[in-house]
């Protein structure tokens, strides 16, 4: 079970790095102007969000729901763990909503303002804080 919780943390790791990333890429993206920067972020943006976000997201879906099924019992019981998993699933929404404007800046890149997406890229920086305190403090009520 130990190497399913280490890859579990490997995978959260890569998904975090891309819905922290791919955001900021949206700011760029939507500062610039000249074709061959479009063309670029359009690029890296669709690698980012194919090749590490979404198999990273799946990896830690996967494992996750691996470790969860395991142990059952002791983690349904505490609240910690259906705030954890609430929290989770709003990470799910926000890769959702990173497909769609990766999509709607692919088809105009003014979609929505670089601030729109600077204050985009600070909420998975909350959930993490928040996943991590729930799951390494385990607090109390």
Known sequence: MLWVKALHIVFVVCWF????????LFVYHSMSSDEI????????ERKLFWAIMTPSAFG????????????????????????????VALLIVQH????????????????????????FNELPVLH????????????SL
């Open 17 to 24: 790095a891309g819905l922290f990333y791919l955001p900021r």
């Open 37 to 44: 920067s479009l063309a670029r972020f359009e690029i890296m």
């Open 60 to 87: 830690t879906i996967i494992l996750g729901s691996w470790l969860l099924l395991a142990n059952w019992s002791y983690f349904m019981a505490w609240w910690w763990m259906h705030l954890k998993l609430a929290l």
């Open 96 to 119: 959702a909503y990173c497909w769609w404007y990766m999509i709607k800046l692919r088809e105009e890149p003014k979609y929505k303002g670089h601030i729109f997406f600077r204050v």
């Open 128 to 139: 993490l804080v928040l996943i991590v305190v729930l799951i390494v403090v385990k607090p």
